[in-house]
Protein backbone atom coordinates (compact mmCIF):
# COMPACT_ATOMS: atom_id res chain seq x y z
CA UNK A 1 0.00 0.00 0.00
CA UNK A 2 1.42 3.30 -1.05
CA UNK A 3 1.85 6.33 1.00
CA UNK A 4 0.15 8.48 -1.11
CA UNK A 5 -2.85 5.92 -0.69
CA UNK A 6 -2.79 5.96 3.21
CA UNK A 7 -3.09 9.87 2.88
CA UNK A 8 -5.99 9.42 1.05
CA UNK A 9 -7.39 6.81 3.39
CA UNK A 10 -6.64 9.07 6.49
CA UNK A 11 -8.83 11.84 4.32
CA UNK A 12 -11.38 9.38 4.08
CA UNK A 13 -12.37 8.36 7.14
CA UNK A 14 -9.27 7.92 9.81
CA UNK A 15 -7.08 5.79 11.22
CA UNK A 16 -10.27 3.52 11.94
CA UNK A 17 -10.42 2.52 8.62
CA UNK A 18 -7.28 1.62 7.88
CA UNK A 19 -7.69 -0.51 10.93
CA UNK A 20 -10.43 -1.90 9.05
CA UNK A 21 -8.80 -2.76 5.70
CA UNK A 22 -6.25 -4.55 8.01
CA UNK A 23 -8.48 -6.84 9.47
CA UNK A 24 -9.61 -7.38 6.11
CA UNK A 25 -6.45 -8.03 4.23
CA UNK A 26 -5.64 -10.04 7.16
CA UNK A 27 -8.14 -12.71 6.80
CA UNK A 28 -9.09 -12.03 10.79
CA UNK A 29 -11.23 -15.02 12.34
CA UNK A 30 -15.03 -13.73 11.71
CA UNK A 31 -17.36 -14.16 14.79
CA UNK A 32 -13.95 -14.71 17.41
CA UNK A 33 -13.94 -11.13 19.34
CA UNK A 34 -16.25 -8.72 19.93
CA UNK A 35 -15.56 -6.01 16.23
CA UNK A 36 -14.35 -3.04 17.87
CA UNK A 37 -15.55 -1.07 14.56
CA UNK A 38 -19.27 -2.52 14.84
CA UNK A 39 -20.36 1.03 15.62
CA UNK A 40 -17.67 3.40 13.63
CA UNK A 41 -19.83 2.65 10.57
CA UNK A 42 -23.44 3.15 9.36
CA UNK A 43 -26.24 4.27 11.44
CA UNK A 44 -30.00 5.05 10.62
CA UNK A 45 -31.45 6.31 7.56
CA UNK A 46 -34.37 7.16 5.70
CA UNK A 47 -34.24 7.87 2.36
CA UNK A 48 -36.30 7.09 -1.28
CA UNK A 49 -35.61 4.53 -3.82
CA UNK A 50 -35.53 4.09 -7.22
CA UNK A 51 -39.57 3.64 -7.22
CA UNK A 52 -40.15 6.50 -5.00
CA UNK A 53 -40.68 4.76 -1.97
CA UNK A 54 -39.62 5.99 1.33
CA UNK A 55 -36.67 3.75 2.25
CA UNK A 56 -35.20 3.02 6.15
CA UNK A 57 -32.71 0.58 6.98
CA UNK A 58 -35.24 -1.30 9.34
CA UNK A 59 -36.71 -2.57 6.02
CA UNK A 60 -33.49 -4.57 5.66
CA UNK A 61 -33.53 -5.83 9.57
CA UNK A 62 -32.79 -9.86 9.28
CA UNK A 63 -30.55 -9.42 6.14
CA UNK A 64 -27.20 -8.04 5.48
CA UNK A 65 -26.82 -4.53 3.46
CA UNK A 66 -23.94 -4.41 1.13
CA UNK A 67 -23.72 -0.11 0.60
CA UNK A 68 -22.10 1.30 -2.17
CA UNK A 69 -21.97 5.07 -2.84
CA UNK A 70 -21.73 6.85 -5.86
CA UNK A 71 -23.45 8.36 -8.61
CA UNK A 72 -25.37 8.06 -11.72
CA UNK A 73 -22.79 10.36 -13.71
CA UNK A 74 -19.82 8.45 -12.61
CA UNK A 75 -17.22 7.87 -15.39
CA UNK A 76 -15.86 4.54 -14.48
CA UNK A 77 -15.78 3.83 -10.33
CA UNK A 78 -19.77 3.41 -10.08
CA UNK A 79 -20.24 1.34 -12.64
CA UNK A 80 -16.99 -0.79 -11.80
CA UNK A 81 -17.67 -1.25 -8.50
CA UNK A 82 -21.07 -1.75 -9.20
CA UNK A 83 -20.42 -4.44 -11.91
CA UNK A 84 -18.25 -6.66 -9.37
CA UNK A 85 -21.18 -6.46 -6.83
CA UNK A 86 -23.63 -7.65 -9.75
CA UNK A 87 -21.16 -10.52 -10.31
CA UNK A 88 -20.47 -11.43 -6.70
CA UNK A 89 -23.88 -11.68 -6.08
CA UNK A 90 -24.83 -13.94 -8.83
CA UNK A 91 -21.85 -15.99 -7.92
CA UNK A 92 -23.22 -16.78 -4.21
CA UNK A 93 -26.01 -17.93 -5.96
CA UNK A 94 -29.60 -18.59 -3.64
CA UNK A 95 -27.67 -17.89 -0.15
CA UNK A 96 -27.14 -14.03 -1.38
CA UNK A 97 -30.69 -13.85 -1.15
CA UNK A 98 -29.44 -13.32 2.29
CA UNK A 99 -27.78 -9.92 0.98
CA UNK A 100 -29.34 -6.60 0.34
CA UNK A 101 -27.63 -4.84 -2.37
CA UNK A 102 -27.67 -0.71 -1.70
CA UNK A 103 -26.41 1.97 -3.59
CA UNK A 104 -26.57 5.86 -2.20
CA UNK A 105 -26.24 8.42 -4.22
CA UNK A 106 -23.15 11.11 -3.40
CA UNK A 107 -25.17 13.62 -5.91
CA UNK A 108 -29.14 14.00 -4.75
CA UNK A 109 -29.28 16.84 -6.74
CA UNK A 110 -29.07 15.04 -9.93
CA UNK A 111 -30.00 11.29 -9.03
CA UNK A 112 -33.90 11.95 -8.55
CA UNK A 113 -35.49 8.54 -8.38
CA UNK A 114 -36.64 8.62 -12.23
CA UNK A 115 -32.12 8.39 -12.95
CA UNK A 116 -31.63 6.05 -10.59
CA UNK A 117 -34.31 3.95 -11.83
CA UNK A 118 -32.71 4.27 -15.15
CA UNK A 119 -29.19 3.36 -13.85
CA UNK A 120 -30.90 0.62 -11.83
CA UNK A 121 -31.43 -1.30 -14.91
CA UNK A 122 -27.67 -2.26 -16.04
CA UNK A 123 -26.85 -4.25 -12.67
CA UNK A 124 -28.11 -6.60 -10.64
CA UNK A 125 -32.19 -6.40 -10.49
CA UNK A 126 -32.65 -6.32 -6.65
CA UNK A 127 -30.02 -3.40 -5.84
CA UNK A 128 -32.03 -0.80 -4.11
CA UNK A 129 -30.81 2.58 -5.23
CA UNK A 130 -31.58 5.31 -2.55
CA UNK A 131 -31.51 9.09 -2.86
CA UNK A 132 -32.90 11.91 -0.52
CA UNK A 133 -32.72 15.54 0.27
CA UNK A 134 -29.10 17.23 0.23
CA UNK A 135 -29.82 17.21 4.19
CA UNK A 136 -30.52 13.44 4.08
CA UNK A 137 -27.58 12.43 1.93
CA UNK A 138 -24.87 14.33 3.87
CA UNK A 139 -25.98 12.55 7.05
CA UNK A 140 -25.61 9.47 5.51
CA UNK A 141 -22.84 9.79 4.30
CA UNK A 142 -21.15 10.94 7.87
CA UNK A 143 -22.65 7.83 9.40
CA UNK A 144 -20.54 5.85 6.92
CA UNK A 145 -18.04 8.01 6.94
CA UNK A 146 -18.01 8.98 3.23
CA UNK A 147 -15.70 11.58 1.72
CA UNK A 148 -17.69 13.44 -1.27
CA UNK A 149 -16.28 16.96 -2.97
CA UNK A 150 -18.13 17.97 -5.82
CA UNK A 151 -15.09 19.43 -8.32
CA UNK A 152 -15.95 21.21 -12.08
CA UNK A 153 -15.33 19.14 -14.91
CA UNK A 154 -13.18 21.61 -17.76
CA UNK A 155 -15.72 22.50 -20.36
CA UNK A 156 -15.59 20.89 -23.48
CA UNK A 157 -16.23 21.67 -27.45
CA UNK A 158 -20.39 22.42 -27.72
CA UNK A 159 -20.70 22.50 -24.07
CA UNK A 160 -21.81 25.77 -22.04
CA UNK A 161 -19.07 24.75 -18.75
CA UNK A 162 -20.75 24.11 -15.26
CA UNK A 163 -20.95 20.24 -15.40
CA UNK A 164 -19.25 18.69 -11.96
CA UNK A 165 -18.58 15.15 -10.81
CA UNK A 166 -17.77 13.84 -7.05
CA UNK A 167 -14.90 12.53 -5.57
CA UNK A 168 -16.09 10.06 -3.32
CA UNK A 169 -15.32 7.19 -1.24
CA UNK A 170 -15.27 3.94 -3.49
CA UNK A 171 -15.58 1.33 -0.69
CA UNK A 172 -18.31 -1.64 -0.10
CA UNK A 173 -19.77 -1.77 3.49
CA UNK A 174 -21.07 -5.29 4.49
CA UNK A 175 -23.85 -4.68 7.28
CA UNK A 176 -24.72 -7.87 9.24
CA UNK A 177 -28.28 -8.82 9.72
CA UNK A 178 -28.77 -6.49 12.63
CA UNK A 179 -27.46 -3.50 10.60
CA UNK A 180 -24.34 -2.63 12.53
CA UNK A 181 -20.77 -2.99 10.84
CA UNK A 182 -19.35 -6.16 9.46
CA UNK A 183 -16.31 -5.46 7.24
CA UNK A 184 -15.38 -3.11 4.08
CA UNK A 185 -14.73 -4.48 0.54
CA UNK A 186 -12.21 -2.04 -1.10
CA UNK A 187 -12.77 -1.34 -4.65
CA UNK A 188 -10.75 -3.17 -6.87
CA UNK A 189 -11.19 -6.63 -4.60
CA UNK A 190 -11.74 -9.16 -7.24
CA UNK A 191 -14.95 -10.80 -7.85
CA UNK A 192 -13.60 -14.19 -6.60
CA UNK A 193 -12.55 -12.92 -3.23
CA UNK A 194 -15.73 -10.74 -3.07
CA UNK A 195 -17.73 -13.89 -3.30
CA UNK A 196 -15.56 -15.64 -0.60
CA UNK A 197 -15.85 -12.72 1.79
CA UNK A 198 -19.77 -12.87 1.19
CA UNK A 199 -20.22 -16.37 1.81
CA UNK A 200 -17.91 -16.69 4.68
CA UNK A 201 -20.24 -13.85 6.56
CA UNK A 202 -23.62 -15.22 5.53
CA UNK A 203 -22.29 -18.86 6.82
CA UNK A 204 -20.61 -17.00 9.90
CA UNK A 205 -23.27 -14.71 10.98
Known amino acids: MTVCWLRRLRRWAGSGLIIALN ?16 HRFGGPFTLTSHTGQPVSDQDFRGRFMLVYFGFTHCPDLCPTGLSVLTEALEAVGAAGDAIQPLFI ?19 HPRLVMLTGD ?3 IAAVARAYKVHRRKYLWPPTAGSTGGDYGVDHGSLMYLMGRDGTFRTLIPHGTPVDKVVAILKRYIAND
Do not use: H, M
Open 105 to 123: TVDPARDTPAALAAYQKSF
Open 23 to 38: TLATGAAIGAEPDPLA
Open 134 to 136: EPQ
